[in-house]
């Protein structure tokens, strides 16, 4: 599993609804590691 | 005049696309509450469904040892790089009101708890059951992945003991979580939490309670309008 992970924003274009960006600090979770997008794994 | 006067008929609705054994995920929830609450009698009316996400569907019912156990033997990653992320984790969860004790954890496959969570929703208790499921996963150490151990959570927030057994018995709610992690899949939903706010706005991850607050505020402004 790599550290350092670029990803791809949350949420598809077709998805109905506008993303609020919010604090870019903010975690989330995906299999069994946690981070901040687009930042080191956690 | 107040801003929402002539406002809001409907409750503002907010899909929560969560797992119990994703820390984040119950931060998120306490930030979340935080900001309805710094709203004060502003705060408009919300109606909140949680909405089934599996992080690890790999991950075994009975897994005997920790989480750095778990992360660090059974997925591989370096062990002080798991103690660093624990205790940053329950840093944070301690600022938002919550004891988390990875020590008692016991890491567990969440399918049946999903499960169970619909059937609390067909009941009105969904709400009350995600918060005792996460509060026992992680500031108790319980079991979620156990039926047994489920239905006894389930019955502490007015579940009746033995419909929820034969609900995980029966499997009749598996279809309505593999519905939700589709769902979550057609949106593009990657990671969790992810808070979907009346169906116009999608926000990612823990934020902070001023932009739930914010959130919900604009679209309640919007629903006025």
Known sequence: ??????????????????????????????GDVCFVPGAIAE | MHPFAYTVSEPIKIDIWSDIACPWCYIGKRHLESGLASLGE??????????????????????EGSEVDFLA???????ERVRQMLDHVTGVAATAGLDYDFEALQHTKTLKAHELLHFAKEQGLQLELTERLLRAYFTEGRHVG???????????????????????DSGRFAAAVQADIAQAQAYGINGVPF?????????????????????????AGENAA
């Open chain 1, 1 to 30: 599993m790599s550290d350092t992970v670029e990803r791809e924003p949350d949420a598809a274009a077709a998805a109905p609804f506008a993303m609020i960006a919010g604090d870019p600090q903010a975690m989330v979770c995906e």
């Open chain 2, 73 to 79: 033997r059974h997925k591989g990653l370096p062990e």
């Open chain 2, 146 to 168: 156990r039926v047994d151990e489920l239905v006894e959570l389930g019955a502490e927030v007015g579940l009746d003991a033995q419909a929820a057994r034969e609900a995980l």
């Open chain 2, 42 to 63: 502003q705060a408009p009316e919300v109606e909140i469904t949680y909405h089934s996400f599996e992080l690890a569907p790999d991950t075994p019912v009975d897994f």
């Open chain 2, 195 to 219: 808070f979907v706010i009346d169906g116009k706005y999608g926000i990612s991850g823990a934020q902070p309670a001023e932009v739930f607050a914010q959130a919900i505020t604009q679209v």
